[in-house]
């Protein structure tokens, strides 16, 4: 019944390159939360304040991400934008996709994270004398800071593990790379052993440093 | 030349059916993962609920690994470790057993919330009136539990339901695979994306508006 013969050599030989390719993982998941950040939170603040067509723009946006697959959006920015002759590396489909995803998801933790400040904090700033901008940066942020911080790390690791994806579009991040080596080497269950150990010990890594960053933030 | 082969047609009527039918399969094996599943995660929740040290020693990092390692990895993972072990599964059992897990190790948090959520003055109250730990339970934390976490559970659902986009990596011909294959013929990826999307987003979105419904109409 059990007569596989493990090979872990070839492994442990691309292991350098698989830690690289985790590092790329780990960056384009960084950059996508990073402009998922900036997206979602101009998505959120269109959909608390505007109406009209930039309204409808956002929820649309919003809707899309969260209710088809990952994957389905990055197939789209892979192949469906290359309709319009726009064809994107790789690394740019995974970043595009992520990004929207990351975006629309985060919109949503914004504007819950807005709605649980009262409309009288920005009162009481502004009759302090605050203008709307320092009201905003001062008073409203901070709070909204601390609601959302839990769901951004989520996030964040959400996005590590969707990067994954990146595999099923030829972008060779951690995933890729090892889908290369063990195709060459026919050591599947090896290399996908060792990448799932390495993914494992990236989202540690994550919530571990969350964690310390959360304890020097939040310290009143 | 009238006798060349034409490759690439174009998309046709019946094309539709067969997305159609593809629609139906990401259906099924997304009611049965995530059915037992969430039987599975129930179970997993009571226990990390009453498994004092002994499950938070034991179970709880077994569960965290499912949740730290990308889907896309454990379904090749078990896809390629099966055959090692003697066990011969096609991708849609593959699919399901890990999607089965992977939904028991959401749901376990999810679950463990749940029982939570009920004050213990109530169910000291419960066991005071005569009702025994079982009677308690099923009468008294299953009713309010499950109110305090049922939308937190459709969230997680869904997210299998858009997941098990991912079994198309093993070769199951579910929704997004059926896609890809019309894509290769056709050669228009823009019209059959969107209509791929638009699929999982008819199944998706109205039961997240309804969730987010009963959720509004329960913190009342």
Known sequence: MFDYNFH??????????????????????????????????????????????LYWFATAWVELARNTPALFQLFFFGFGLGAFGLHLMPYSIVLAGLSFNCAGYLAENFRGGFQ???????????????????????????????????????????????????????????????QFFASRTFRIFE???????????????????????ATRLFRY | MSDTVSFFSGFAPRDLLFLGEAALRTMWISALSITMGSL???????????????????????????????????????????????????????????LTIYTAALVANVARGGIEAVEPPMRRAARSLGMSYWQDMRHVVLPIGLRAVFPAWVGVALGVMKD????????????????????????????????AGAFYFALSYPISRYAAKLEQRWAQ
Request: aromatic share 10%.
């Open chain 1, 8 to 53: 872990w050599r070839p492994v442990m030989k691309s292991l350098p390159d698989l830690i690289e390719a985790g590092f790329l993982t780990l960056q384009v998941a960084a950059l996508a939360m990073l402009f998922g950040i900036v997206i979602g939170l101009g998505l959120a603040l269109i959909r608390l304040h505007l109406r009209g067509p």
């Open chain 1, 116 to 178: 649980a400040i009262p409309d009288t904090q920005i009162r009481a700033a502004r009759s302090l004398g605050m203008s709307a901008v320092q009201a905003y940066v001062r008073i409203v942020i901070p709070q909204v800071l601390r609601v959302v911080y839990h769901p951004m790390t989520n996030q964040m690791v959400w996005a590590v593990l969707m990067s994954s994806l990146g595999m099923l579009v030829g972008f060779r991040e951690l995933s890729g790379e090892t």
């Open chain 1, 191 to 213: 290399y996908f052993a060792v990448t799932a150990v390495i993914y494992y010990v990236i989202v540690k890594v994550i919530l571990g440093a969350s964690r310390l960053l």
């Open chain 2, 40 to 98: 599975l995660g129930a179970v997993f929740g009571w226990m990390l609920y009453e498994g004092k040290w002994v499950a938070t020693l034991t179970l709880a990092p077994v569960l965290d690994v499912f949740r730290s390692v990308p889907l896309i990895i454990q379904l090749v993972l078990f896809y390629n470790f099966a055959p090692i072990v003697g066990l011969n599964l096609d991708p849609f059992a593959s699919g399901v057993v890990i």
């Open chain 2, 164 to 195: 098990s986009a991912l079994v198309s990596v093993l070769g199951y011909v579910e929704l997004l695979k059926a896609s890809q294959i019309l894509i290769t013929r056709t050669q228009e990826p823009f019209l059959i994306l969107t209509i």
